[in-house]
T-cell receptor, first 114, second 107 residues
Framework: DAGVTQTPRHEVAEKGQTIILKCEPV?????LFWYRQTKIQGLELLSY????????DGGAFKDRFKAEMLNSSFSTLKIQPTEPKDSAVYLC????????????FGPGTRLTVL | GQQVQQSPTSLVLQEGENAELQCNFS?????MQWFYQRPGGSLISVFY???GTKQSGRLTSTTVIKERRSSLHISSSQITDSGTYLC?????????FGLGTRVSVFP
């Protein structure tokens, strides 16, 4: 079975641009998560979907970050407009079980905003 | 707030030595996982261990919920064990991560 896939693996954007990151969860998984990883803050939850419904929209990340789950096998994370402080690795994860199930992570997208 | 604290921050081992990594969490949890990550690499799930003890090869994880702690034991460390080990706790929605323990194993 394929694991979680993410594209692109690397993205370079100018400040103010709009970027869209993509994720395909493990087939059959009901929960999908977006995280951000930086050296200073570590890993932080951005969004959480359960059966395509948005359960967590990331609090402090709400204003410029928007995650969508168009169908059960595809999700996007849009950042608009990008700022240099958004430079980070963006990770997508999925889980089969409900609350508290084991999460499987994709390889991540490394975003650099100039 | 709900936090996850890991110790030590870093660890230097000579090949063959044992090590124990600690993770402490602040409130009741749904589950917890240990992950391994090389610099620039993916997050690899090492253990999904909501409670009790699990072993995989030279790695053993023990979670004691009532004491709000989990440990990861590495026995007979090898150079390939070098990397960062992250503890993550599911309190409600999504995982809350610790900052990790960076392990360096030298010959």
């Amino acid at each position: 079975d394929a694991g979680v896939t993410q594209t692109p693996r690397h993205e370079v954007a100018e400040k103010g641009q709009t970027i869209i990151l993509k994720c395909e969860p493990v087939s059959g998984h009901n929960d999908l998560f977006w995280y951000r990883q930086t050296k200073i803050q570590g890993l932080e939850l951005l969004s959480y979907f359960r059966s395509k419904s948005l359960m967590e929209d990331g609090g402090a990340f709400k204003d410029r970050f928007k995650a969508e789950m168009l169908n059960s096998s595809f999700s996007t994370l849009k950042i608009q407009p990008t700022e240099p402080k958004d430079s980070a690795v963006y990770l997508c994860a999925s889980s089969l079980e409900g609350r508290g199930g084991e999460q499987y992570f994709g390889p991540g997208t490394r975003l650099t905003v100039l | 707030g709900q936090q996850v604290q890991q110790s030590p921050t870093s660890l230097v081992l000579q090949e063959g030595e044992n090590a124990e990594l600690q993770c402490n969490f602040s409130t009741s949890l749904n589950s917890m996982q240990w992950f391994y990550q090389r610099p620039g690499g993916s997050l690899i799930s090492v253990f999904y261990n909501p409670s009790g003890t699990k072993q995989s090869g030279r790695l053993t994880s023990t979670t004691v919920i009532k004491e709000r702690r989990s440990s990861l034991h590495i026995s007979s460390s090898q150079i390939t064990d070098s990397g960062t080990y992250l503890c993550a706790v599911n309190y409600a929605q999504g995982l809350t991560f610790g900052l990790g323990t960076r392990v360096s194993v030298f010959p």
